[in-house]
């Protein structure tokens, strides 16, 4: 389908990947809600708002709408999606990027950063796909987007390697993503008579956003030399073009779908 003058919310949109894939979408002619916390920048490894993202787009000719979204608040995320419906009248597209980073190992986790992180990497998501199914339904069907990562990979049964054992990461970010990937299939599933299509986009690779250096920039001093992510935005408006009813319950990698379909 073609995007002109639909409607898309993209969730964690006020810098890094969310904002590029923002940005490809309004170029493809999507009206685009960029949804994130984010109202001013508050330290200088996080550039980017909300409203500077909004920015861009109009600069370019598209059409944004800056919108507050706080994924691990269920009321936020509702009264999001109701101002988005009150200034354009539908949903088309969700796109699900918000994600944070816990480190450290289980034992030195604190008991209210994990449970942020499951509230903002898995339940937010899950209630934004609520949030959005009523208006996309009125729509005639719709496109859902979670971003996901190759941290969901299980990982199989060891003994393991010290390589294998040194990228962990981050402690709960990968296993939130794989129930993401679960979730998603089995809503493709539930969701495929009201043709919404729900489908789950990783970066192939390690993209540098503000949020992928930030535990390593040097907050007196940040590089702020960061990548575009231009094939996640790329792949996002091609599987957005698809047919809902036949494009749906998809695990693809950004650099695949635009080699395969020379974007």
């Given at each position: 389908?073609?995007l002109e003058?639909k409607?898309a919310?993209v ?11 923002a ?7 999507a009206?685009v809600?960029v949804a994130?916390r984010?109202?001013e920048?508050?330290d200088?490894?996080?550039?980017g708002?909300i409203h500077?993202?909004s920015e861009e787009?109009a600069a370019?000719?598209?059409?944004a ?5 706080n994924?691990?608040?269920a ?8 101002q988005?419906i ?6 088309d ?8 980073f816990?480190?450290g ?6 008991e ?10 898995l ?9 959005v ?5 009125e729509?005639?069907g719709?496109?859902?987007i979670n ?9 199989g049964v060891?003994p393991?390697t010290d390589d ?5 990461g ?12 679960h979730f ?12 919404i299509?729900v ?10 956003t503000?949020g992928?250096l ?6 007196e001093?940040p590089t702020l030399?960061?990548e ?10 091609w599987m957005?073009e698809?047919?809902a009813?036949s494009y749906?319950?998809n695990?693809v990698y950004?650099?695949?779908v635009?080699r395969e379909?020379?974007l």
């Amino acid at each position: 389908m073609s995007l002109e003058n639909k409607v898309a919310i993209v969730a964690g949109a006020s810098r890094g990947i969310g904002a590029d894939i923002a940005k490809y979408l309004a170029r493809a002619g999507a009206k685009v809600a960029v949804a994130a916390r984010t109202v001013e920048v508050t330290d200088p490894r996080l550039p980017g708002t909300i409203h500077s993202v909004s920015e861009e787009i109009a600069a370019e000719g598209g059409a944004a709408l800056p919108v507050v979204m706080n994924l691990r608040d269920a009321e936020s995320i509702t009264g999001a999606v109701e101002q988005v419906i009150a200034e354009w009248g539908r949903i088309d597209v969700l796109v699900n990027n918000a994600a944070i980073f816990i480190p450290g190992d289980i034992v030195g986790a604190r008991e209210r950063h994990i449970e942020l992180s499951i509230a903002i990497n898995l339940v937010g998501p899950i209630i934004a796909m609520r949030a959005v199914v009523p208006h996309m339904r009125e729509a005639g069907g719709g496109h859902i987007i979670n971003v996901s990562s190759r941290g969901s990979i299980m990982p199989g049964v060891g003994p393991y390697t010290d390589d294998q054992i040194a990228s962990v990461g981050d402690l709960l970010y990968g296993p939130e993503k794989s129930g993401l990937e679960h979730f998603s299939q089995r809503q493709a599933m539930a969701l495929q008579g009201d043709n919404i299509a729900v489908n789950v986009l990783s970066p192939n690779g390690r993209v540098k956003t503000p949020g992928n250096l930030f535990f390593e920039n040097d907050p007196e001093n940040p590089t702020l030399d960061f990548e575009t992510a231009d094939d996640m935005g790329k792949a996002t408006v091609w599987m957005c073009e698809q047919d809902a009813s036949s494009y749906t319950g998809n695990i693809v990698y950004d650099e695949d779908v635009v080699r395969e379909h020379n974007l």
